[in-house]
């Protein structure tokens, strides 16, 4: 796999200004703001700075409560403001890996409610370490959820599809590109909100219908064209590659179990490769799953990129359109609300 390009830490703070104690409490334990308007898109070579966010961070200024999660690259905590007590997740990335650039980067050009939120990058003073400080989502990732609760119903399903797919939207009009959808990568709050995260492989597309030539990520979500690059010119529409990842991710929440492989099988390069690039999609029961969803899957999972849906089309799909919102929300807020109760 290709190896990320490392990348200058931005100079650039995309702090808040700290809310008095009073203001912190009524915004909740998320320590949450309004959402800045949408700028422009900006240009592959430049991160955004967000204007009138002077004040800065420290990390002295937090206090760790727990680990949330560990990786490859880092440690995820969750810490607690210790003058508004407002909560946060740090993210601690280990000295000269480039995702932290690169995911600093990514975050700077953002600001949707379906994209987690990044309010500081924060330098060790010794370690040479980097922290992104962002916004807690209090329900942990889909992954989570699905290893507690196991599999989604439709309604809930629906859901994740349908916010999920805007997160996707917006970066993609960005010229934005993930790169490493999975349920792990998708985090989910207890009011039901979802929202894209983990940047570190993601790209900036110089120019509109660019392809990409980057084969980092996780083998088991990768579409076809990635896994055989000399089939596809030795490049791939990172697009289209995205929608297959959630193709994949929805039809694991769905099933249970990570889809492409036989229950209880190894995931091993070899078996995924055969998997993805020579099997077929699993069908699902008619009586179990509705014609919607299974179009939906049908649309996302086409071996032939050039045949996948686009964001656009899924959003208008009638999986998505036309689901019952309230009952699809209420259903996933339910998932996640049983999930965290059995902590």
């Not at 110089?206 to 690059?229: I, K, L, N, Q, V």
């Not at 490769?273 to 939906?296: D, K, N, Q, T, Y």
Request: hydrophobic share 45%; aromatic share 6%; charged share 20%.
């Amino acid at each position: 796999m290709a190896l990320i390009r490392e990348k200058r830490l931005p100079q650039l703070h995309l702090s808040l200004p700290v809310p008095p104690r009073a203001a912190a409490q009524e915004l909740g334990v998320l320590g949450r703001r309004p959402n800045p308007a949408v700028a422009p898109a900006p240009t592959a070579t430049k991160a955004s700075t967000p204007s009138g966010l002077s004040s800065q961070f420290r990390l002295a200024d937090f206090e760790k409560l727990a680990v949330l999660g560990r990786g490859n690259g880092g440690t995820v905590y969750k810490v607690r403001h210790r003058e508004t007590c407002a909560l946060y997740a740090l993210k601690v990335q280990h000295y000269g890996d480039p995702a932290a650039a690169n995911e600093a980067d990514v975050l700077g050009r953002t600001g949707s409610p379906f994209v987690v939120r990044c309010h500081s990058v924060l330098p060790a003073a010794t370690s040479g370490d980097v922290a992104l400080l962002l916004e807690l989502v209090d329900g942990g990732s889909l992954d989570s959820v699905r290893s507690r609760r196991g599999a989604f119903t439709e309604a809930a399903l629906a859901e994740v599809a349908a916010q999920a797919l805007s997160g996707l939207a917006y970066l993609h009009a960005r010229r934005i590109v993930h790169l490493d959808v999975k349920p792990a990568n998708l985090l989910v709050s207890t009011a039901g909100e979802v929202k894209v995260a983990d940047f570190g492989i993601a790209k900036v597309v110089a120019r509109a219908g660019d392809h990409c030539t980057s084969y980092a990520g996780t083998s088991a979500y990768m579409s076809p064209e990635r896994f055989d690059p000399e089939a596809h010119g030795g490049h791939y529409d990172p697009y289209a590659a995205d929608v297959w990842s959630l193709g994949v991710t929805l039809l694991e929440l769905f099933m249970g179990r990570y889809p492409l492989l036989p229950a209880g099988q190894r995931p091993s390069w070899a078996a995924l490769m055969c998997a993805v690039c020579f099997g077929e999609p699993p069908v699902l029961p008619a009586g179990a799953s509705s014609p919607e969803l299974r179009g939906f899957v049908a649309s996302c999972l086409q071996k032939d990129y050039r045949n996948r849906a686009s964001v656009a089309e899924l959003l208008a799909h009638p999986f998505v359109a036309g689901r019952d919102m309230p009952v699809s929300k209420c259903a996933l807020r339910k998932l996640v609300a049983d999930a965290s109760s059995s902590l």
